[in-house]
């Protein structure tokens, strides 16, 4: 089964908008990371936050952990065309037997 | 460019068949990890290899195995291929063990007639 679960599936705005994605995980966790997937391509690595950390900024990225909800979510700010693609999150399952699990994704347009 | 290599792009075979995907992780990386991407299971994670030790074992078929090679390339061998098979195969570096991986090659589309 998947351990994270991103909210919404898909998601579409105007372009300078703020884009906002949520996941939800089920194990503990040493770590969380975001990619990004463009349309038939690999993922791009985005960014990391610990568990021990609440909140991180990467550019137009901010992405936050709460351990206790066992969720975290990513904002991109002033959304650009570019930004158009699939977001996962993924997390190391600490229970040992699967690692690095990603999430469902979101889709997200931006409408330029 | 993430580094990571790839071959082939495309594959189209037939049920009952075995093809062998392949991977060059990035120049310095040491972890190879290989994922499954189909629409209903989403990314599944398969296998990790650390410097030619198999590492972290995931929802991997008994069909597949892989393994890695002293020059740190990594194959992934697919037999008895069913339709469900059918998926985008990603391999991913990283140059540590216990990391995350990092590099992702743009996979292998995988199509069972």
């Known amino acids: 089964s998947q351990q994270g679960e991103e909210d919404p599936q898909a998601l579409s705005i105007q372009e300078g908008e703020n884009a906002t994605m949520n996941c939800s995980y089920k194990?503990?966790?040493?770590?969380l990371q975001w990619y990004r997937q463009n349309s038939g391509r690999g993922l791009v690595h985005l960014i990391l936050?610990?568990?021990?950390?609440r909140e991180k900024h990467s550019g137009r990225l901010r992405v936050t952990l709460d351990t206790s909800k066992k969720s975290s979510s990513l904002l991109i700010t002033a959304s650009r065309a570019a930004d158009t693609a699939s977001y996962f999150c993924?997390?190391?399952?600490?229970?040992?037997?699967?690692?690095?699990?990603f999430g469902t994704g979101t889709r997200l347009k931006v409408l330029a | 460019d993430s580094g990571v290599t790839q071959t082939p792009k495309h594959l189209i075979t037939a049920t009952g068949q075995r093809v062998t995907l392949r991977c060059s992780p990035r120049?310095?990386?040491?972890?190879v990890y290989w994922y499954q991407q189909s629409l209903d299971q989403g990314l599944q994670f398969l296998i990790q290899?650390?410097?030619?030790?198999?590492?972290a074992k995931g929802n991997i078929l008994e069909r597949f195995s892989a393994q890695q090679f002293p020059d740190l390339h990594s194959e992934l061998n697919l037999s008895s291929l069913e339709l469900g098979d059918s998926a985008l195969y990603f391999c991913?570096?990283?140059?540590?063990?216990?990391?995350?991986?990092?590099?992702f090659g743009d996979g292998t589309r995988l199509s069972i007639l």
């Open positions: 991913a570096s990283s140059w540590d063990r216990d990391g995350q991986p990092q590099h």
């Open positions: 194990t503990s966790i040493n770590n």
């Open positions: 936050i610990r568990s021990n950390e």
């Open positions: 993924a997390t190391d399952d600490t229970s040992g037997t699967y690692k690095y699990i």
């Open positions: 120049s310095g990386d040491l972890s």
């Open positions: 290899y650390y410097n030619g030790e198999e590492r």
